[in-house]
């Protein structure tokens, strides 16, 4: 137990649509990013927030986006959904920006059809 | 620019034989290197890292990982594997100079066959 939590565990989504995943960092951490995980590959940066601010991006289009609020749970949109974006989405949590240990969550496994 | 290669995306050992996975790292400074266990349908868990300090590092479960800056590489050990071992295994580095960004290999597939 890692103390971060995801919701939901699973979803399945038609193309063109939205969705939202939500995660709730570990008591204390201030810092939330977000990977993506497609079958058989290792996680992708996405973005990270620190105190509510987007800092620092992956290579991923603008309809990824993100927010986190003031007791620094975190969400991740994605707009206009594609089959590529069938993915495991994984949150992490960290104490502090630059922090070297990150908390990870147990995912969100996303389907697109 | 960070990056980490896995050699071999499978790896077969028998159930009491030694564990190696491969880990080979890019990095334009000093690098913070992990090895994360992944179990089927879970998030990452921490097995252990190197954070400059002694090159021989212990993790949980009995794995541990040696720092060769002459060779770039953190390859994982365990002396003896158990069945629970099996799972997927990601090698991670980070540069003290992007944050905590994580940069992830492909991953290596472990199989302990009893």
């Known amino acids: 137990e890692t103390g971060v939590t995801q919701s939901p565990t699973h979803l399945i989504k038609t193309r063109g649509q939205q969705v939202t995943l939500r995660c709730s960092s570990q008591s204390g951490h201030n810092t939330v990013s977000w990977y993506q995980q497609a079958l058989g590959q290792g996680p992708q940066f996405i973005f990270q927030y620190y105190r509510e601010e987007e800092n620092g991006r992956g290579n991923f289009p603008p309809r990824f986006s993100g927010l986190q609020f003031p007791n620094y749970s975190s969400e991740l949109n994605v707009n206009a959904l594609e089959l590529d974006d069938s993915a495991l989405y994984l949150c992490?949590?960290?104490?502090?920006?630059?922090?070297?240990?990150?908390?990870f969550g147990q995912g969100t496994r996303l389907t697109v059809v | 620019a960070q990056s980490v290669t896995q050699l071999g995306s499978h790896v077969s050992v028998s159930e009491g034989a030694l564990v190696l996975l491969r880990c080979n790292y890019s990095?334009?400074?000093?690098?913070?290197l992990f090895w994360y266990v992944q179990y089927p349908n879970q998030g990452l868990q921490l097995l252990l890292k190197?954070?400059?300090?002694?090159?021989l590092v212990k993790g949980i479960n009995g794995f541990e990982a040696e720092f060769k800056k002459s060779e770039t590489s953190f390859h994982l050990t365990k002396p003896s594997a158990h069945m629970s071992d099996a799972a997927e295994y990601f090698c991670?580095?980070?540069?003290?100079?992007?944050?905590?960004?994580?940069?992830f290999g492909t991953g290596t597939s472990l199989t302990v066959i009893p």
């Open positions: 990095s334009s400074v000093p690098p913070y």
């Open positions: 190197y954070t400059s300090a002694a090159t």
């Open positions: 991670a580095v980070i540069g003290s100079n992007t944050g905590n960004q994580f940069y």
């Open positions: 992490a949590s960290s104490l502090a920006q630059g922090s070297t240990e990150a908390f």
